[in-house]
């Protein structure tokens, strides 16, 4: 399996927009892989790709994406979902409409039910945008997936996580856990096990934030964010042999290579930047 980070992002673009603090005004310059794209994954063997931020279209071109084929959704929150114009521009054709054709290929996406029922309600006052691009323009075919779908030869298992989903990948005995945001508490599952790389999102990363910021231990970020101890914890447990933090925050006031640094602390832990390719 052959996957791509097309964003490492957290909710706020880095650099931020206005922000004059020291890391983005490194990422202005510098561009990648100082900068970041919000948090989405393109595996290459199915042509798919995990979550539309609103950058989507640019993380796409970044990475050099020849086809898309198929769309997961992890979960409602708007830095993963709308930039779901993207199935505009990958699929709609208005030289072809106008000539009475449509596209004949549309975009599979694929959610567990309580996250399509979620999506399904971004509209406008036309309707749901997902109706409007399915039923109007024929551009994508909505599908809910109650635990997993087989793509190819690649299981695809959908985990409830609160509001949101893990993805499980397997293929020949090899496993890729994807849990790019709101998954703490993180679930009970066997499936879990022995993965050879869990891409995980959402932890406070370092003890010393933006600005100096400093989070208390009755900090509210605690309870809806992973520390790297439990991170570590998380690893150990299910005998995971790799980690790589994703849906890093612009928040933690860190460069690229503050990053790189903070890797030597951990054993086969490792910070994700748009581009980052992992070959399973």
Sequence with gaps: MKFTILGSGGCVALPKPLCQCDICKEAREKGKPYSRFGCSLYLEDLNLVVDTPEDIVHAINYSNVKQIDTVLFSHIDPDHTLGMRVFEHLRLDWLEISEGRE??????????????????????????????????????????????????????????????????????????????????????????????????????????????????????????????????????????????????????????????????????IKFAYDGMKIEI
């Design 103 to 268: 596209c004949t290929k549309p975009i599979k996406v694929l959610a567990m039910e309580h996250v399509m029922e979620d999506i399904n309600t971004i509209g406008f006052k036309y309707g749901s945008f997902l109706d409007y691009y399915e039923k109007n323009r024929n551009l994508i075919k909505r599908q809910v997936v109650e635990e997993s779908i087989t793509l190819k030869d690649i299981k695809i298992t959908f985990i409830k996580a609160t509001s949101a989903t893990v993805f499980v990948f397997e293929q020949n005995g090899n496993k890729v856990i994807y849990a790019p945001c709101d998954v703490k508490p993180f679930p009970e599952h066997k499936i879990f096990e022995n993965a050879d790389v869990m891409i995980i999102g959402n932890t406070v990363i370092g003890e010393e934030l933006k600005g100096g910021f400093l989070l208390k231990k009755d900090n509210l970020l605690r309870e809806e964010l992973f520390t790297m101890e439990e991170i570590e914890e998380l690893k150990h447990k299910y005998s995971i042999k790799k980690v790589i933090m994703t849906h890093i925050e612009e928040d933690w006031g860190k460069s690229y290579e503050d990053y790189l640094k903070l890797e030597k602390l951990y054993e086969n």
